[in-house]
């Protein structure tokens, strides 16, 4: 009793109390749930590049992590409100190796953004799904290994992407879609959604009618994630 009341002085009575608890609701939120009144973005997952076992002797290679958020796009309406536009950002670190000696200092970036295209026509980052093991995947687009910044293939650690359909990608084990050509917004604004009684809105993945090899266009949320977007 006598370390209740201590706690409960530190928290400055029952007003503290409900201060508490209302900031511990939002770590606590499922990984689904983005209050964007709270937070300004919504953190997806973390892709990484580590060397690999072909890597030997003095072949370059690259040591990278970085962390995938969707936010409200720059420049555009940042409310919960239906067609709002979203954006991927990626924030981490990478460096580059030749054998055990790094080829520069390690390299930090914030709110890069994952749409872009190199010299306005090429798309910058690629998300891959694999067929049987539904693991996500980013890599970089350009002149390989030795241009790449990021990595080649860096492995994500939750798989919150899929395809629609796997069968239109032949004998291949994965399939792909060019973030440049990939948009996120806001959708079901009108009630459907709703998360501990608050009305929200459904993310959705839109691919724009360009044709490019190597994209699919029926990229969409795994089955089981289904984010929700709340003020």
Same mark, same amino acid.
């Given at each position: 009793m006598l370390f209740l009341k201590f706690v409960l002085a530190i928290l400055g009575?029952?007003?503290?109390?409900?201060? /508490?608890?209302?900031?511990?609701?939002? %770590?606590?939120?499922p990984e689904h749930v983005w209050?964007?009144?709270?937070?300004?973005?919504? !953190?997806l997952f973390t892709c990484r590049q580590r060397k690999e076992?072909?890597? %030997?002797?003095?072949?370059?290679?690259? !040591?990278?992590?970085?962390?995938? !958020?969707?936010? /409200?796009?720059?420049?555009?309406?940042s409310k919960v409100t239906e067609g709002a536009e979203l954006q991927l950002v990626g924030e981490g670190h990478y460096q580059?190796?030749?054998?055990?000696?790094?080829?520069y200092d390690k390299q930090y970036e914030t709110k890069a953004d994952l749409h872009k295209t190199i010299d306005s026509k090429q798309t910058w980052f690629t998300l891959s799904v694999g067929r049987t093991s539904k693991n996500n995947w980013l890599g970089e687009t350009g002149g390989g290994e030795d241009s790449s910044r990021w990595g080649l293939l860096m492995r994500c650690d939750k798989r919150l992407f899929t395809f629609a359909n796997f069968e239109d990608a032949g004998v291949s084990d994965q399939k792909d879609s060019h973030l440049s050509k990939i948009s996120f917004s806001l959708g079901d604004c009108n009630g459907q959604r709703h998360y501990r009684g608050v009305k929200g809105c459904s993310i959705k993945i839109k691919s724009d009618d360009t044709v490019g090899a190597c994209h699919s266009k029926d990229l969409k949320w795994a089955e089981g994630f289904n984010p929700i977007v709340i003020e």
């Open positions: 009575g029952g007003t503290g109390i409900v201060s /508490f608890t209302s900031l511990s609701s939002l %770590e606590w939120d209050r964007a009144g709270a937070k300004d973005r919504f !953190y076992k072909d890597d %030997e002797g003095d072949k370059k290679w690259i !040591y990278s992590d970085l962390s995938v !958020y969707l936010t /409200f796009k720059k420049g555009g309406v580059s190796f030749q054998n055990t000696r790094p080829i």
